[in-house]
C-alpha cells in the first residue's frame, strides 16, 4: 500500500478530487478549495493526522486493505494482522445502541450505505467526502466479498479475492 497516508505530497494533487469550497461565507475557516489536504477540520486543526479522518488512498490500496481483512489478516503470504485483530473489526462493540452496530474501525450492518443483503457480518466505512469501504465476512470457509468505492467514476468487478470467492468492486 504505498499510496495511503496522511498529507499526501503535492505531486498526488492532480489525482485527488477537490472536496469542497471552503470560502466564506459556506465555511467558518477560510481554507479556500479544500484539494489535497484533510476536509475535516478537527483534523485540519491537528495538523491533518486524526484517527478519525485524514487517510489518503486510491482504489489499488483499498483493494489490498479489503483483500488482506477478507484473508483473515493476511496478505499473499505475508500476515499483516492477527485473524484475532481482524475479528474485532467484525465484532459488535455498541450492542447498548441497537441499528448502530461498530466493531474496531467499522461500522456494521448499516442498510443505508451497505445495502439490502447487508448482514450482522457486514463491515464498512464512509468518508464524508464520499469514499466508501464495504465488506462482508461469512463463518470460515464460507464467501465473502468487498467494495470500494469513491463517488467519481465507473465500475470495475473482480471475481476473486486472494483466494476467498467474492466481489471486489472499485468505482473511481
Not at 483466494?163 to 472499485?170: I, K, L, M, P, Y
Given at each position: 500500500m504505498h499510496r495511503t497516508r496522511y498529507n499526501p505530497p503535492a505531486a498526488w494533487k492532480p489525482e485527488i478530487a477537490a472536496t469542497e469550497d471552503a470560502r466564506k461565507p459556506w465555511s467558518g475557516l477560510d481554507r479556500g478549495l479544500v484539494w489535497?489536504?484533510?476536509?475535516?477540520?478537527?483534523?485540519?486543526?491537528?495538523?491533518?493526522?486524526?484517527?478519525?479522518a485524514g487517510v489518503f488512498s486510491?482504489?489499488?490500496?483499498?483493494?489490498?486493505?479489503?483483500?488482506?481483512?477478507?484473508n483473515g489478516g493476511a496478505y499473499?503470504?505475508?500476515?499483516i494482522l492477527e485473524r484475532e485483530s481482524v475479528e474485532l473489526m467484525f465484532?459488535?462493540?455498541?450492542?447498548a445502541f441497537p441499528g448502530d452496530e461498530h466493531g474496531l474501525g467499522f461500522e456494521l450492518y448499516q442498510h443505508?450505505?451497505?445495502?439490502?443483503?447487508?448482514?450482522?457480518?457486514t463491515a464498512g466505512h464512509t468518508g464524508f467526502t464520499g469514499a466508501v469501504?464495504?465488506?462482508q465476512r461469512a463463518p470460515a470457509g464460507?464467501?465473502?466479498?468487498?467494495?470500494?468505492?469513491?463517488?467519481?467514476?465507473?465500475?470495475?468487478?473482480?471475481?476473486?479475492?486472494?483466494?476467498?470467492?467474492?466481489?471486489?468492486?472499485?468505482?473511481?
Amino acid at each position: 500500500m504505498h499510496r495511503t497516508r496522511y498529507n499526501p505530497p503535492a505531486a498526488w494533487k492532480p489525482e485527488i478530487a477537490a472536496t469542497e469550497d471552503a470560502r466564506k461565507p459556506w465555511s467558518g475557516l477560510d481554507r479556500g478549495l479544500v484539494w489535497g489536504e484533510v476536509h475535516d477540520e478537527n483534523a485540519f486543526s491537528l495538523g491533518g493526522v486524526a484517527g478519525h479522518a485524514g487517510v489518503f488512498s486510491c482504489g489499488w490500496d483499498l483493494a489490498v486493505l479489503a483483500r488482506t481483512l477478507l484473508n483473515g489478516g493476511a496478505y499473499g503470504r505475508a500476515r499483516i494482522l492477527e485473524r484475532e485483530s481482524v475479528e474485532l473489526m467484525f465484532t459488535d462493540f455498541n450492542t447498548a445502541f441497537p441499528g448502530d452496530e461498530h466493531g474496531l474501525g467499522f461500522e456494521l450492518y448499516q442498510h443505508w450505505y451497505m445495502g439490502a443483503m447487508a448482514t450482522p457480518r457486514t463491515a464498512g466505512h464512509t468518508g464524508f467526502t464520499g469514499a466508501v469501504l464495504r465488506q462482508q465476512r461469512a463463518p470460515a470457509g464460507g464467501p465473502a466479498g468487498g467494495r470500494c468505492a469513491d463517488r467519481c467514476g465507473g465500475l470495475g468487478t473482480v471475481g476473486r479475492l486472494g483466494g476467498v470467492s467474492g466481489r471486489a468492486s472499485v468505482v473511481r
